[in-house]
């Protein structure tokens, strides 16, 4: 992965993407005792960054030809990126979703016109679903993250937020990013080594799904063990890819991991301060930057809200722990 | 008010303001029937649309001198407006804010660096209040609509409004606004007229709070009956303003109203598929366009999505109104 390869999604997706703001709030920064500034990346098409590395994806696939339509597994945010860019694209899309998924996204991912396929993830596994319906529907799979196209995708985010962050006088600090896969976290890496060497990327996740952070601290991909459970539904993969691991070994300093509390705390911050809607796993590098402080130095921090995809239940819960 | 008024706020303030986005949803657009653009003013600084106006009226004191600081009365947008304008110039701040305000607003006010002076709008004039400090204290008023500086700065958001409206591809249709004084309608009309001149403003009001839209069809100034009642705290003006008036006569369409609940079905379908938290009154031009079909024509239709200070237990309501 260079960086020509970012810049090549770029210039391909650029018009169809929403440049989402950087955002910053005196009361956020006197909650946290530091500037910090937050990519909304929930007011993103589809909710969530996932639509830049989709719709990288699957251009570069309209462009090639020769497959009869797209497939995708996810727990939603991937999967209502890949619908919306396959429906822009003229292909169908078939997603295959944990039957557990937030009902926001699945009704998402029908609203964009894919066909939805549920499965039970404690019993069946979606790759090999996936891998089934490829081969007899003539499916081409667009990976969440371990795809060099999707990655690069989300990489425009990093674009983006280099640019944003000098505008708003921050070029040395940490920049939280939540992580599952690696997707984003390698994307943005990618991006701001060439674009802002002096902003750090820093992986944020839930406690029991720390998988990245132990890697990193082991110098190996290591998976998480079984049977944890969060409310943080977008990041909680089973280990770092094969193709992001590397490259977040190379750039990114020390994980970092927060509470499904404090996931819930930051999504209130962020409807309070903000005005914005952040769902669990998108709010965990926020959550980082109020209740991690001793391990981020003393710089300005930026925090990726990577969606903000949250079920009703989940945002009443958000909207009760509001101070 | 000619448009180099607005030109030369514009000018002057452009650097500190956010550039809200415009925001699309194709769920929305169903759930409307047509394409409902929302240009999201309540992620402005101080989470309203009034820092707009409230630097542009500060500044042009500040740049004049000769005071010891800045009054103004507010149930709470432009009070957060002005107090941060005015600690920015670094001026002391004296709001007079009803002491049944939202608690979300009072205490952003005194965020801000501002003293709060509480008083009962039942039995207390807060012009009166207003003129005695004013008068005492060497304060000058920066009033909430009726001021040539602070409508010309709500007018920016009508230049922003214009260029993004047209890189969308929406050249006509109509503006629903969110109304109390007028400062922000009358504002938009007068940039769009010279910027945008296929786009119709049409001001938006709580139903028990309709003295534009009834002035509007008389031709004169009406005020409201006393006695109504509405969740709208931000837009519950007793009547259009003497500065206001002629400009919403001369260039807007009729007006709109919606009932409370309309407006929090809007705030729940803004919450679900635009990311975004609004308050009821900056809610009520998003739920025109859900529920006023009939009186919009057949073109896209854009609403600004005026201020998002909502205390949290109207936010539960919203939330619990989510389908």
Redesign the interface.
């Known amino acids: 992965m260079t960086p020509d390869v970012i810049a090549a999604a770029e210039a391909r997706i650029r018009p169809f993407l929403?440049?989402?703001?950087l955002?910053e709030s005196?009361?956020l920064n006197?909650l946290a005792g530091r500037r910090v500034l937050v990519k909304?990346e929930?007011?993103q098409h589809t909710?969530s960054f996932k639509y830049r590395g989709a719709k990288s994806a699957v251009t570069a696939i309209a462009a090639e030809g020769g497959c009869s339509g797209i497939i995708a597994y996810s727990s939603g945010n991937h999967a209502q990126g890949v619908a919306?860019a396959a429906q822009e694209a003229g292909l169908p899309a078939v997603i295959v979703m944990p039957s557990d998924a937030p009902r926001?996204k699945v009704e998402?991912t029908r609203?964009?016109g894919a066909e939805v396929v549920l499965y039970d993830r404690w019993k069946e596994s979606r790759e090999e679903i996936g891998a089934h319906l490829a081969a007899t529907r003539d499916l081409r799979l667009v990976r969440p993250y371990d795809e060099p196209e999707v990655i690069a995708g989300q990489g425009t985010c990093g674009l983006e937020l280099a640019e944003q962050a000098r505008a708003a006088g921050v070029t040395t600090g940490q920049v939280l990013v939540c992580c599952g896969g690696g997707g984003l976290t390698s994307g943005i890496a990618l991006a701001l080594e060439q674009q802002a060497p002096g902003l750090c990327v820093r992986p944020v996740e839930p406690e029991a799904f720390d998988d990245v952070t132990r890697s990193l601290a082991a110098g190996k991909i290591l998976g998480n063990a079984p049977g944890g459970t969060s409310i943080c539904d977008a990041i909680v993969t089973p280990q770092p890819g094969d193709l992001t691991f590397p490259i977040l070994h190379r750039l990114c300093g020390p994980g970092l991991t927060v509470s499904d509390a404090e996931a819930l705390t930051a999504m209130a911050v962020a409807?309070?301060h903000?005005?914005?809607?952040?769902e669990p796993g998108g709010a965990v590098a926020l959550a980082a930057a109020l209740h991690r402080s001793d391990a981020l130095g003393s710089d300005p921090v930026i925090a990726v809200a990577t969606g903000?995809n949250a079920d009703?239940d989940i945002?009443?819960h958000a909207?009760?722990a509001?101070p």
């Open positions: 929403r440049r989402t703001p955002l005196p009361q006197a909304a929930c007011l909710g919306r926001a998402g609203a964009y409807l309070r903000l005005k914005i809607v952040v903000g009703p945002l009443a909207v009760a509001i």
